[in-house]
């Protein structure tokens, strides 16, 4: 069965400061998606990227970068830079290709607080 | 435009009422999804729509009941609920409902049940 373990439960820098959000997963598939989602006080979960088994290239988005680390069955996110309105609960998920429905197991989640 | 709205943002209900949650998206998704969140959790998948058939019911009372009447539009209607029903109901869409896609997030109903 396949599980989303995000260790960190909530995250506190000061501005500037870069922070990482560590995500760490388990399936026995071969071909699998993993997502990560951040979901701001007003509650809507926001797509931020996807990345499935077969392409390990590290990706950098603006002040955003993620690591993916199939050995290790790691997918982290780091913020360079953080901002006030990076403020936010960061949720990585896990889709299984074989899974009926798209469904998404989610990770519990890290509340990042980003102070001025 | 990947815009998902759900109606109403808030709702308070009392456990004999009737009412509905509406979902609503126009990005010619054909998979539509609704999740439970409660606080401090992730988001629980409930029900997904495929082709506007339901495909997953996660084992959900029935006092929650589902209904897609166009590939556009998503209900729940709620009825006899209890007060730990009491979350945050986020309606979500993708292209299909293959693995590969992303989901699409409304920005949820906050229901309280009194």
């Known amino acids: 069965a396949q599980k989303v373990t995000q260790a960190q439960t909530e995250i506190s820098v000061v501005e500037k400061e870069d922070v990482t959000l560590d995500c760490v997963y388990e399936?026995?598939?071969?071909?699998?998606?993993l997502f990560w989602y951040k979901q701001p006080p007003s509650g809507e979960l926001v797509f931020l990227i996807r990345?499935?088994?077969?392409?390990?290239q590290n990706e950098i988005s603006g002040r955003y970068s993620w690591n993916f680390q199939k050995s290790t069955s790691s997918f982290n996110f780091t913020i360079t830079a953080s901002q006030v309105v990076d403020s936010a609960v960061y949720f990585c998920?896990?889709?299984?290709?074989?899974?009926?429905?798209?469904?998404?197991?989610f990770g519990g989640g890290t509340r990042l607080m980003v102070k001025p | 435009d990947t815009e998902v709205t759900q109606t109403p943002k808030h709702l308070v209900m009392g456990m004999t009422n009737k009412k509905s949650l509406k979902c609503e998206q126009h990005?010619?998704?054909?998979?539509m999804y609704w999740y439970k969140q409660k606080a401090k959790k992730p988001p629980e998948l409930m029900f997904v729509?495929?082709?506007?058939?339901?495909?997953i019911n996660e084992s959900v009372p029935s006092r929650f009941s589902p209904e897609c009447p166009n590939s556009s539009l998503l209900n729940l209607h709620l009825h006899a609920l209890q007060p730990e029903d009491s979350a945050l109901y986020l309606c979500?869409?993708?292209?299909?409902?293959?693995?590969?896609?992303?989901?699409?997030f409304g920005p949820g109903t906050r229901l309280t049940v009194t």
């Open positions: 979500a869409s993708s292209l299909t409902s293959g693995a590969s896609y992303e989901q699409y």
């Open positions: 399936t026995r598939d071969t071909t699998y998606y």
């Open positions: 998920a896990l889709s299984e290709v074989y899974n009926a429905g798209n469904m998404l197991t």
């Open positions: 990345r499935n088994s077969f392409d390990e």
């Open positions: 990005m010619g998704h054909r998979a």
């Open positions: 729509y495929s082709y506007e058939k339901l495909s």
